[in-house]
């Protein structure tokens, strides 16, 4: 059945284009780990090409090697021969959950996570609501103190020790209305797409968001229908509801008619660019998704073209970078970031070794994979303690609690703190003007 699954599902075409060249090997993190061709890019694109041809029969090992990859995509820019690896990985994994049985509570886990939390804004505030009566009210205290979290697996342990505090409300609310005007002369309409996770755990990131748009001379439209992006689907072998929600996306910002559409995570702004593709099949949304997909950036490159450093406050101290898998090999932005970075007045920039190295967050790959990603994890850490920075920027929520929880497994806290560049760069900004909601 899986093979059946895999011929349905894959493009064959693509599969064929892979040259066997091996440029891929080094850029891959699970191939340096374990040196095993089948843990790298060509290699299992060598097996699903198999399993396609008929010569192999795909087993557990293959379904394992398959999951073993972080999608990090760091393959793509070195591949001369430009194979769209993370869509051939996403393909593989919607076969391969198409045919595999999980056992009765992987079931009830996936399909209450994939169906009936992320894709509903309201049921992810109101679970923002519990968690931050968790973390306000002495309950998370009184855990802590009776051991009670020695149940849980360590990764899901260190998680907990550093997740930030959740809000029951979202940008909408805090702002009271969905169009933020340009402060002084307007010189784009934008679109804020504010995740699902991002406005329950980085509310804050969200609000610093609007408000260097609105400065920066954006209106802001929160279109008010928008939804989950859907890459914690695509990268799980959901991709038929990723594209539901991907119709519900780009119905909303079409609507509201916008000059951009902005993303703060990179995990989410790649899945919004690939929207075009996701939906090539759909002959009543294709033209819409690419009218969708030619309008997503990231907000470093939007504020690269608006902002005026000179007019940021001074900052005294060391900053280095870690680069988001999905922005710099899906969105391809990688000047951006370190370009406003390095013109805050002040602060001393110092490179990351490797930063352009996946730090084995990749969405929920630190909680299924947790050995590969604390092996990456602690190499990073490695490389960033050498760097001897006071401030470890990233441009992705995934990134931020794995970087925050390598500074706490390393113990850096208090030395070292780990920041969104949005939040870093809302730092420094001169002044806080105050912003009313048009409607």
């Not at 374990?34 to 041809?53: F, W």
């Not at 805090?174 to 329950?200: L, N, Q, S, W």
């Amino acid at each position: 059945m899986l093979k059946e699954a895999l011929e349905k599902k894959l493009d064959y075409d693509e599969l064929s284009n892979c040259m066997r060249c091996g440029f891929c090997q080094p850029a891959c993190p699970t191939f340096r780990e374990t040196g095993y061709e089948a843990a790298s890019p060509r290699g299992r694109i060598a097996l699903m090409k198999a399993v396609a041809d008929g010569v192999m029969e795909p087993d557990k090992d293959f379904v394992d090697q398959m999951n073993l990859c972080l999608g990090c995509r760091a393959c793509e820019p070195v591949c001369p021969a430009g194979v769209p690896y993370g869509q051939l990985i996403e393909q593989t994994r919607e076969a391969i959950e198409e045919a595999q049985e999980h056992p009765w509570w992987v079931k009830a886990v996936r399909r209450l996570a994939f169906f009936h939390l992320f894709p509903h804004q309201k049921r992810m505030y109101q679970l923002g609501g519990l968690l931050r009566f968790y973390q306000r009210s002495g309950v998370q205290k009184a855990v802590r103190k009776l051991g009670v979290l020695s149940i849980l697996p360590k990764q899901m342990r260190e998680m907990e020790a550093i997740i930030p505090e959740a809000s029951s409300k979202g940008i909408v609310d805090y702002f009271g209305g969905t169009v933020i005007p340009a402060v002084g002369e307007r010189k784009y309409r934008v679109g804020m797409f504010h995740g699902c996770i991002m406005d329950v755990l980085f509310n804050e990131t969200n609000r610093n968001t609007v408000r260097l748009l609105s400065e920066a001379g954006c209106e802001v439209i929160i279109a008010p229908d928008q939804v989950c992006c859907g890459a914690l689907h695509a990268h799980s072998g959901e991709r038929e509801q990723a594209r539901h929600l991907a119709r519900k996306n780009v119905a909303a910002f079409h609507k509201a008619d916008v000059d951009f559409i902005v993303s703060n995570a990179g995990g989410c702004g790649a899945m919004l660019l690939e929207y075009d593709h996701l939906l090539a099949k759909d002959a009543l949304w294709q033209e819409k998704a690419q009218w969708f997909a030619s309008r997503v950036k990231d907000i470093s490159e939007v504020l690269t073209r608006l902002v005026e450093p000179k007019e940021w406050q001074s900052l005294s101290q060391r900053i280095t970078y870690q680069s988001s898998c999905h922005l710099r090999n899906g969105m391809k932005v990688t000047k951006e970031p370190v370009s406003l970075l390095q013109a805050i007045p002040g602060a001393t920039y110092v490179q990351l070794r490797e930063g352009d190295r996946c730090c084995g967050s990749a969405g929920i790959y630190n909680l299924v994979q947790p050995e590969m990603a604390g092996s990456l994890l602690d190499e990073k850490m490695g490389h960033v303690a050498a760097t001897q920075a006071d401030i470890l920027v990233t441009s992705n929520p995934g990134c931020l609690l794995q970087m925050k929880a390598g500074i706490h497994q390393a113990g850096l806290e208090g030395k070292m703190e780990a920041v969104h560049i949005v939040d870093l760069l809302a730092r420094v900004q001169q002044e806080e003007k105050p912003l009313s909601p048009l409607e």
